[in-house]
């Protein structure tokens, strides 16, 4: 049995306008079945005999991990939460010291949470490989076998010598150009790096200890304060702030003598673009991928992916259109790389349209910001049942909220009622409130802001469930 640790950060950003930093990838459903990156990652591991996954993300994404673990009913053994991005190697760290207390010592599985595979009983397979090395105390990374010559991965060569299920990994190499990469594969032997590894939690912990102390210490010293709340695992903030950030890679595997190479044929991708997604999904007779309310017409070898409203395509080939609520990225395949320096670009604009959504997910449901003028705002809220906003006040605003669909339970200035569906009720500027979901279906209201500001940041909690300040 062994332990799955599944990394669950990143942001993604060659996928905008899908992928954004407060609603990355790894959570994006991105082929027609409607499960996620990270919900297909865990559905992976149903075969094998395992712990109930660690999963480790950022305080913005914890909502966003727990409640894609409990739509799919998976027990998971908490969530550990990082207060800051420090790479992988500490990451892992972080789980590997977590996972030995109690004279414990597993072998664990490490997984990005924002990867494809065409074949699990291939991956599968692997990993029962890759678990009998582990057992042995070899640090395990699992090969994906190259089908073209590839420029945006890194490269593990293989050595030689080795057992029939893994190999002694001779080097780590970067990301080649395009004539190294044809050489690797008329070479043979070369396989990309996946970004997956197995290994006993004692075995990483004492080869990050040789090759980086310092990261190993500030992990320690980061675990010695652990508390939890809820699903999630909160670690020492300031020790953690003090840890340097490296990859795995850096730290440990391109170092360590013990490193070894599992190869997997599995239709692995790391989904890193939108042409990779056109590559991983079902298409038609003329090579096209489409998402969502889409009609294509003398078109070929498109990708058309529509969140809100019909995407029509006609005498197209190789291009990609994605539609979200407030934006549209109309694109070359050929040029799938380039969306990341769009990005950029857009972050220097400080455009909204980069950070997040126009629907925003929250732990008790989701808003969408149907309008927004300077000085009033209209949102669609949905409430799930059983859950409730915090108890809070606005300095800038007041509210009108109408009852589409449900039932609301309002408490304004210490007083409650019942607002059922076509009934409003008004929150004055400066009144203590908050608004709760008592009944079995979502609670779907409109709410109307009034104000000088109406800026999320205008809000003064009092009292919140989900432990938010």
């Known amino acids: 049995m062994f332990l799955p640790v599944i990394m669950a950060g990143g942001s993604g950003s060659r996928l905008w306008p899908l992928s954004r930093p407060l609603y990355p990838k790894q959570f994006l459903p991105l082929e027609n079945n409607g499960h996620t990156l990270l919900q297909q990652t865990v559905q992976r591991l149903e075969k094998l005999d395992h712990l109930p996954p660690l999963l480790i993300c950022n305080e913005e994404h914890r909502f966003l991990a727990a409640e894609q673990m409990r739509v799919k009913g998976t027990d998971h053994g908490g969530i550990l939460l990082e207060p800051f991005g420090r790479n992988t190697a500490p990451a892992i760290a972080l789980a590997a010291i977590g996972s030995m207390s109690n004279g414990n010592d597993p072998v664990l599985l490490v997984l990005a949470a924002d990867h494809y ?3 699990v009983a291939a991956f599968q397979e692997a990993v029962r490989k890759a678990q009998m090395a582990a057992e042995e105390g070899h640090l395990v990374t699992f090969g994906i076998k190259p089908t073209h010559p590839e420029t945006g991965y890194g490269y593990v060569k293989a050595g030689e010598d080795g057992a029939q299920d893994y190999i002694p990994v001779e080097s780590f190499v970067e990301k080649p150009d395009e004539v190294t990469a044809q050489r690797y594969l008329a070479e043979g032997g070369y396989y990309w790096n996946s970004g997956m590894f197995m290994f006993k939690a004692s075995r990483y912990l004492e080869e990050l200890g040789k090759y980086r102390p310092d990261i190993l210490e500030a992990c320690q010293h980061s675990m010695a304060h652990i508390s939890a709340d809820m699903d999630f695992l909160r670690i020492d903030t ?19 003598d013990s490193a070894v190479v599992v190869p997997m044929e599995a239709g692995w991708s790391d989904v890193g673009s939108w042409s990779a997604v056109w590559e991983v999904n079902d298409k038609d007779e003329a090579g096209n991928v489409s998402h969502g309310d889409v009609a294509i017409h003398q078109s070929s070898n498109c990708l058309a992916y529509s969140q809100s409203r019909l995407v029509s395509l006609v005498g197209l080939d190789n291009i990609m259109v994605v539609e979200t609520k407030d934006a549209v990225l109309v694109a070359s395949r050929d040029s799938a790389q380039e969306v990341k320096t769009l990005v950029e670009r857009l972050k220097t604009e400080q455009r909204k349209e980069v950070l997040q959504h126009r629907e925003v997910y929250r732990p008790w449901g989701k808003y969408d910001a149907i309008d927004c003028e300077p000085r009033y705002q209209v949102k669609r809220i949905t409430v799930n049942p059983g859950q409730k906003l915090s108890v809070q006040m606005h300095h800038h605003r007041s509210e009108h909220w109408v009852v589409v669909s449900g039932t609301a339970l309002v408490g304004i200035n210490g007083e409650e009622q019942l607002v059922a569906e076509n009934q409003s009720v008004y929150i004055p500027l400066g009144a203590t409130h908050f608004m709760a979901n008592p009944g079995k279906i979502p609670l779907e209201l409109i709410e109307v802001q009034s104000g000088a500001y109406l800026g999320e940041d205008d809000i003064v909690r009092f009292d919140d469930i989900y432990g938010r300040q």
């Open 117 to 119: 595979m065409d074949d």
């Open 238 to 256: 300031a020790a953690f702030e003090a840890c340097p950030s490296e990859s795995i890679d850096y730290a440990v595997m391109e170092h360590t």
